[in-house]
């Protein structure tokens, strides 16, 4: 199982970016993907999470009303949509992969390389 995070770059303060999160190697319908971010000195934070069982969708409490994830089976893609974008989003996004499974019970197995997303103020 491959994930690649793409999308990241600088934008101001206010602004809109669209993060994609490319899938590949599993065949398996059942499946939850994870988006995640990492800032210097800072913990890992989950930003959200979809289910393809029935497309629930599940945000951090830092991105709710702001972020929205939704996925793409024809083209094996995730996606994480940022709006309103503070500078305090700024960091490493990361998504990740539990094949078998669904945002309710979920434990990250495959994780991608991440894109830098930047907030200027």
């Known amino acids: 199982v491959q994930l690649q995070a793409s999308g990241g770059g600088l934008v101001q303060t206010g602004g809109s970016l669209r993060l994609f999160c490319a899938v590949s190697g599993f065949t398996s319908d059942y499946y939850a993907i994870g988006w995640f971010r990492q800032a210097p000195g800072k913990e890992r934070e989950g930003v959200s999470c979809i289910s393809s069982s029935d497309d629930s969708t599940y945000y951090g409490e830092s991105v709710k009303g702001r972020f929205t994830t939704s996925r793409d089976n024809a083209k094996n893609t995730v996606y994480l949509q940022m709006n309103s974008l503070k500078p305090e989003d700024t960091a490493l996004y990361y998504c990740?992969?539990?094949?078998?499974?669904?945002?309710?019970?979920?434990?990250?197995?495959?994780w991608g390389l991440g894109t830098q997303v930047t907030v200027s103020s």
């Open positions: 990740a992969a539990d094949i078998g499974s669904s945002c309710d019970h979920v434990w990250y197995d495959y």
